[in-house]
């Protein structure tokens, strides 16, 4: 039987760069792990593309996904609603690969609950001065957009303490490593060491 992928989930507070570094982690290519595509139901940025950066959708099929039990998690988010499509998640976790969530807090927690044994992810900004500054200049969004997400980024920071791993945004390259890092360890735990050669163990 071949031995379930690791779940790993990256989130944090709005504009502390999990877009970024997401990014970054898998345009490195050095990774063996699959990117979950998230539903969303906001506009289509320029140079994003459906099926890739989102599977973009209106509210009446969110929703009618939300019922049938589709998603692993979903959340409303500035007026719009992201979740993870579930089948995707448990199809590629049973083939053995591992699967990366890049979703905001309340999402993680749903996931949190629903899938304990995955790996959770924390990313802080070096301080607020800068998660501030972050926000502004990421200039995709209207201004009273902006507040919101300030507000709400200060609620999320106290989410914290219920993630397994934190790691400071502070370089890009220096939080991917950090992450790469841990998914390796993760890799290396006993138990999952032990259950890969069990075969082996037995017959000891
Ligand atoms: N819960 C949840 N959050 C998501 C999902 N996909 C993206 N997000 C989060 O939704 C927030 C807004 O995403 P987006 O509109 O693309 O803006 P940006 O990532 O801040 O540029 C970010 O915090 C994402 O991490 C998802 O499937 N579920
Ligand atoms: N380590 C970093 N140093 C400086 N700026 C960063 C860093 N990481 C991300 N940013 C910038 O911060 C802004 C928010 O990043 P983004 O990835 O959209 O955040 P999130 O997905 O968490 O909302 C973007 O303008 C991005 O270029």
């Known amino acids: 039987m071949t031995e379930r ?7 944090g507070p709005s504009g502390v760069g999990k877009g970024t570094v997401r990014k970054a982690i898998f345009d490195s290519g ?12 906001r506009k289509m940025r320029a140079g994003e593309k459906d099926g890739v ?3 973009f959708r209106s509210k009446e099929e969110f929703e009618a996904l939300i019922e049938s039990g589709g998603l692993l998690e979903y959340a409303q ?3 719009n609603y992201y979740g993870t499509p579930l089948k995707y998640v448990e199809d590629t976790l049973n083939s053995g690969q591992d699967v990366f969530l890049e979703i905001e807090v309340n999402g993680a927690m749903q996931v949190r609950s629903k899938m304990p044994e995955g790996v959770f ?7 607020i001065k800068e998660l501030k500054s972050r926000i502004m200049h990421r200039g ?4 009273a957009v902006v507040e919101k997400r300030l507000e709400k980024a200060v609620e999320e920071i106290k989410m914290m303490r219920y993630y397994d791993y934190a790691v ?3 370089k890009v390259e220096n939080a991917v490593n950090k992450i790469k890092h841990i998914i ?9 060491v032990v259950n890969q050669y069990r075969k082996i163990i037995e017959e000891m």
């Open 5 to 11: 992928g690791i779940l790993i989930v990256l989130s």
């Open 30 to 41: 050095e990774m063996d792990f699959a990117y979950s595509i998230s539903m969303t139901t």
């Open 53 to 55: 950066d989102y599977f």
């Open 77 to 79: 988010y500035v007026d």
């Open 121 to 127: 992810i924390f990313l802080t900004p070096p301080d």
């Open 140 to 143: 995709t969004d209207e201004m």
């Open 168 to 170: 400071e945004n502070d």
């Open 184 to 192: 390796e360890s993760e890799h290396l735990k006993v138990p999952r």
